[in-house]
């Protein structure tokens, strides 16, 4: 099993994540497709990323999702993963400071999630090897007053992904005809806080500690394909060093 000549949607690819996810893939051997909202920072993952495809998507629109999804599998005959990568995060003084402007960018990221899931699982399942992956936060195990509406949003995120995983395991068994039938795979990525090069070098007295390099979510989700569906399918796998 590998990446080798899979298509790999990277829903959200033009933060820093999304370009040493993209980059990590495309360097495998992965067939991406980038999407983004914003054709100006599109245009810049083109001139950071060789050889990925990118389409202009307002991922918090179910017809538009849709429509790239069957686009998609129109094009390159099927799609073998969902990195889904859009979440910003929103902090607040406290609990009384939670806004709801704050919890509606918080909520956009959930309703993109749920739209790319829904859009791509027949797609995810019919693959030979189907992954679906979001980065979800430690938050969600130590929830804080000040992101408490991002830790809502992440918990939501990651209660949304877990039931994907059922879906993928009860698709996979009704059609079951031998013990490797699990084909597809949902994950949940942990980590505290993203460190790029941009970073580094703007702060190079500090350690980063325990947060988690762009580069190491590019590696992890290259091996997504390396590993067993059944065994994958629902697991959390943290990211903090
Ligand atoms: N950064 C951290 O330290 C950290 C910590 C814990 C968890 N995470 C999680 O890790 C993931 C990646 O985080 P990140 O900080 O690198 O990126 P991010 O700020 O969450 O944004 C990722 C991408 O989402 C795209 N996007 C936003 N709205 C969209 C829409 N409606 N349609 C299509 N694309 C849309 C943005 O591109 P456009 O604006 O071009 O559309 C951007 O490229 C997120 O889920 C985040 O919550 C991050």
């Not at 690819?13 to 991406?32: C, H, Q």
């Not at 003084?93 to 939670?98: D, L, P, R």
């Not at 190079?204 to 590019?218: I, K, Q, S």
Request: hydrophobic share 50%; net charge neutral; charged share 20%.
């Amino acid at each position: 099993m590998s990446v080798v000549g899979r298509v790999v949607v990277v829903a959200g690819a033009t933060s820093s994540s999304g370009v040493a996810t993209a980059r990590a893939l495309v360097g495998a051997g992965a067939r991406v497709v980038a999407v983004g909202s914003n054709v100006e920072r599109l245009s810049a993952f083109e001139r950071s990323v060789q050889g990925a495809a990118t389409r202009v998507c307002d991922l918090s629109k179910l017809a538009a999702v849709t429509e790239l999804a069957d686009a998609a599998v129109q094009q390159y005959g099927s799609v073998d993963g969902l990195i889904h990568l859009v979440g910003g995060w929103r902090g607040a003084a406290g609990i009384a400071a939670q806004s709801d402007d704050d919890w509606a960018a918080m909520e956009a990221g959930f309703t993109t999630l749920r739209n790319t899931s829904r859009a791509f699982f027949d797609a995810l399942v019919a693959s030979e090897a189907g992954r679906l992956a979001i980065v979800s936060s430690s938050v969600v195990e130590r929830p804080t007053a000040g992101g408490a509406s991002y830790g809502a949003a992440k918990a939501a995120a990651e209660s949304w992904v877990r039931s994907v995983a059922d879906g993928f395991a009860r698709e996979q068994a009704r059609h079951k005809t031998e013990p490797s039938a699990q084909r597809a795979a949902a994950v949940r990525f942990s980590i505290m806080a993203f460190v790029d090069a941009d970073m580094r070098r703007d702060n190079p007295a500090e350690a980063f500690a325990r947060f988690t390099d762009v580069d190491a979510l590019g590696q992890a989700v290259v091996r997504l394909w390396q590993g067993d569906a059944a065994e994958l399918n629902d697991t959390r796998i943290s990211l903090i060093p």
